[in-house]
């Protein structure tokens, strides 16, 4: 029996190989440098080593191909998902990095190894230990979802983990970009390897779009955390995905990823705002607490709400843009009732994000209420970005919507 060497071009691969290379490197900081030395290596490496990746999808984005013994499709939607994913993956970096705005040092538990709530947890705690590890593994999560959108078999797909309970800038992070990741590999799935059976798929896959807007929506409506809030109202917005992924047609898969593409950003962006809004013990997420954020601090409210109008899907801002979309190109599918769901669950989930932000306006902040932290450069960087490509994806589109509709053709 003969050994046949497996047939991988690694030049069309290597975006997810720059980006587990670099992972690696962190690795090996984690081990061979002093503990004070880390963060300001891993910091630089990690961002670095996403901004190569970047630039390599940009050398191969005319590239269609199938690679690695037919494992990997290289084409048009796994690349923009894959550019999509380093550039969301960089703002999320920046929010892990910051080190000015808790009282420990990070968001993140002093010693892993610690048991909550032990003496070991309280001496690290108030010795300020801060762990450096997230950065490489932050990476290897990042190389994983790069694989999602490009995955060609069934053993390659598999599902994103829930995000909910973890430190807001993973949560942020794990929000966004396992939601392009994973509805990248759906849309494969669907588009590509059961192409062939929509007839049978469509309407199951129509019934779970509508199950998931409406409970979204009214779960999302009873919430009086903002962090619950935001993390069900996604369960709404990967609804509003899967309407696009129904239509089965160019039109909805190009709305689906200009959908995932403006989602990520907006997402990253309302939690790095929540970031900001604390008190005593940390971050304050009670909706009550950001009662007269208009008056105490103008800005950190219009950005907010530029992000929750986004989210609602408020014109001139990136999510109308999405939503039209997606909604136009399941209509043109003839799925009607999908739409009308669509644009109800739209009105519903426009109540909760609009009343936070007549919170903020119209209401007297309480005297001993929660204080916004001034913005350190890495959450400024973070909420710069994404509130550009918000704004702008929301008043000029249409640069976005030619690259990605030119890209919207999967290879087979």
């Known amino acids: 029996m003969n ?11 290597l975006p997810i190989l720059i980006v587990l290379g670099t992972a690696l490197l962190g690795v090996i900081v984690e081990a061979f440098f002093a503990r004070d030395r880390r963060y300001q290596i891993q910091v630089p490496l990690s961002i670095a080593g996403l901004v190569v990746a970047f630039l390599w999808i940009l050398k191969i984005h ?15 939607p796994a690349l923009v998902l894959q550019g999509a994913i380093v550039i969301l993956g960089i703002a999320g970096l920046l929010l892990i ?23 070991a947890e309280r001496t690290a705690t108030l010795a300020k230990l801060t762990q450096t590890e997230v950065f490489p593994l932050t990476l290897f999560a ?30 942020a992070f794990m929000a966004a970009c ?46 009086t955390d903002i962090k619950r809030m935001l993390a069900y109202s996604s369960v709404a917005h990967s609804g509003f995905i899967l309407t696009g992924i129904v239509a089965t047609n160019k039109a909805g898969l190009s709305g689906t990823l200009f959908y995932l593409v403006t989602y990520g950003f907006t997402t990253i962006g309302a939690f790095a705002i929540v970031t900001l809004v604390r008190n005593a013990s940390g971050e304050a997420t009670h909706i009550s607490g ?31 843009v999405a939503k039209f979309a997606v909604f136009s190109a399941a209509y043109e599918s003839g799925s009607t009732l999908l739409v009308i769901f669509g644009v109800l669950t739209s009105a519903i989930a426009a109540f909760f994000y609009i009343r936070l932000i007549v919170l903020m306006y119209f209401q007297d902040p309480e005297e001993s209420g929660p204080t916004v932290a001034a913005a350190p ?25 030619h690259v990605i509709d030119a890209a919207s053709r999967f290879v087979f």
């Open 3 to 13: 050994f046949v060497a497996p047939v991988i071009n690694y030049s069309q691969i």
């Open 290 to 320: 950001y009662a007269g954020l208009g008056k105490r601090s103008p800005w950190i409210a219009a950005l907010l709400s530029l992000f929750l109008l986004a989210l609602a899907g408020i014109p001139l801002t990136s999510g109308f």
């Open 142 to 171: 990042i190389a994983g979802m790069m694989l999602f959108p490009a995955a060609n078999d069934l053993v390659t797909m598999f599902v994103a983990l829930v995000y909910q309970g973890a430190p807001t800038p993973v949560t």
């Open 377 to 401: 450069l890495m959450t400024t960087a973070a909420i710069a970005l994404c509130a550009t490509v918000t704004l702008v994806l929301g008043i000029l589109p249409n640069s976005l919507v």
């Open 62 to 76: 005319a590239t269609t191909a199938i690679t690695a013994e037919s494992a990997v499709a290289i084409d048009g």
């Open 178 to 223: 396992t939601k392009v990741a994973a509805f990248g590999a759906f849309a494969r799935l669907f588009y590509v390897g059961l192409s062939g059976a929509r007839w049978d798929w469509r309407p199951m896959l129509t019934v779970i779009a509508i199950v998931t807007m409406v409970l979204g929506a009214l779960w999302a409506l009873t919430q």
């Open 97 to 119: 990095a910051e080190r000015k705005l808790d009282s420990a040092g990070d968001a993140f538990a002093a010693q892993a190894a610690a048991i909550p709530g032990s003496e």
